[in-house]
């Protein structure tokens, strides 16, 4: 047995949907966090429509909601709104990600409830942040891709912009938001007061443009699309076998040096288009024909099973990737009970050696949970449960 996970005994109240707040609380939950989810007692989560299945627990819901607790209020109803907020009243931590403004009109506010609670901690994600000019605007991973300048950089050389085709933002500022609450978390610890994190995706968008955008303040010169290739460093770039192509990340000298020895083209080092690295992305296009020359001749695992020491990889499909040892190894698919069935979920990337972490529960059904928070954290009796099903304040 090791130590209780690191955020037992925290409570998450989470008003949050689609993708980076639920992302954010799932992985509260995976660290120990206890997560309330409380849904729209008719559509629930936006993401559950997305769903063919008839518990709509589709793909676009299990994958953020795992380990959670559901509870349906219809937070237009006064008793609806009095519940959440004895709810709020007995969390450490709330989420939500709704549009700057709807949480204020529902007297859920982060400026009313942390009067209340000085000691809560209260999260808001929105597309443009909680004030400023565009604060009122609603947005979505692709228009930040677009807005951000990451579209501008993505796609093949020559052609049209194009969009990553994960929510990269969304995940970026779960992370981020993940990270934020545990900080917060720290410091309440030390001197007993919580905070107001306001997150939003432009900021994560654009803070995801990292050296390419300090590119451009450094010596304000505009990135071009470069397609698989990195932007400056090479030889970093999908290359031709005689097979399928691999993906090459030789970024210093050293790894350039050990590559053309496995190559068998040791000459490539001294030759002077390519023996720095100013002189290796200058020339890239040249240094590609001499790779691909050697790569060609001979299959992609080959090549690969020879540069175990090397940052090279192939190309995989997805059902490729979910289904390599290393991912096994790793426990990044895991599969649990859920009913008379197993499920299939990706794991978690977290490995805490000392701690031991919850075993995942099954995403929840609309409204699982709704008499079990009623009765164990509100003190509920059964009798108003039924009398709060009857209204349409519950479902």
């Not at 942040?129 to 609603?138: Q, Y």
């Amino acid at each position: 047995m090791g130590n209780p996970a690191p955020l037992d005994g925290i409570r998450v109240v989470d008003f949050s949907r689609i993708i980076a707040g639920p992302l954010c609380t799932q992985q509260l939950a995976d660290l120990g966090a206890d997560v309330i989810k409380i849904e729209h007692p008719v559509t629930g989560d936006e993401m559950r429509a997305r769903s063919s299945r008839g518990d709509r627990r589709g793909a676009a819901f299990l994958a953020f909601n795992r380990s959670k607790r559901s509870i349906a209020i219809d937070l237009t109803q006064d008793r609806g709104r009095e519940l959440a907020r004895r709810l709020v009243a007995g969390a450490d931590v709330v989420i939500e990600n709704f549009r700057p403004g709807v949480m204020e009109r529902l007297g859920l506010g982060q400026a009313e409830m942390r009067a209340a609670d000085p000691a809560l901690i209260f999260v808001s994600i929105s597309a443009y942040g909680s004030a400023g000019s565009h604060s009122s605007r609603p947005g979505f991973d692709p228009v930040l891709q677009a807005e951000s300048g990451m579209m501008a950089l993505t796609g093949p050389i020559g052609g049209g912009p194009t969009r990553h085709p994960l929510s990269i933002i969304d995940t970026l500022t779960a992370a981020h938001a993940t990270s934020a609450v545990c900080a917060a978390l720290h410091g309440r610890q030390r001197h007993g007061c919580g905070d107001f994190i306001d997150l939003c995706l432009l900021d994560t968008a654009i803070g995801a443009l990292s050296n390419v955008g300090m590119q451009y303040l450094t010596d304000g010169s505009v990135p071009e699309r470069s397609g698989n290739r990195h932007v400056v460093g090479a030889p970093i770039d999908l290359f031709a076998t005689a097979t399928e192509p691999i993906y090459l990340a030789m970024a210093t000298d050293r790894l350039f040096s050990d590559f053309c020895r496995v190559i068998g083209r040791p000459d490539l080092v001294t030759d002077e288009r390519f023996n720095t690295p100013a002189g290796r992305s200058r020339n890239r296009d040249a240094l590609k024909v001499e790779i691909e020359a050697a790569l060609t001749t001979r299959p992609a695992a080959e090549w690969l099973a020879g540069m175990r020491h090397l940052p090279a990889g192939g190309v995989r499909t997805i059902d490729q990737a979910l289904q390599a040892p290393e991912v096994l190894e790793r426990q990044m698919v895991r599969h649990i009970p859920d009913g008379e069935h197993d499920l299939a979920l990706l794991g978690t990337p977290f490995k805490l050696t000392d701690s031991d972490l919850p075993e995942f529960r099954p995403p929840p059904l609309l409204g699982e949970h709704t008499d079990e928070v009623l009765s164990a954290v509100l003190e509920v009796s059964p009798a108003d449960i039924l009398q709060l099903r009857r209204d349409g304040v519950v479902v």
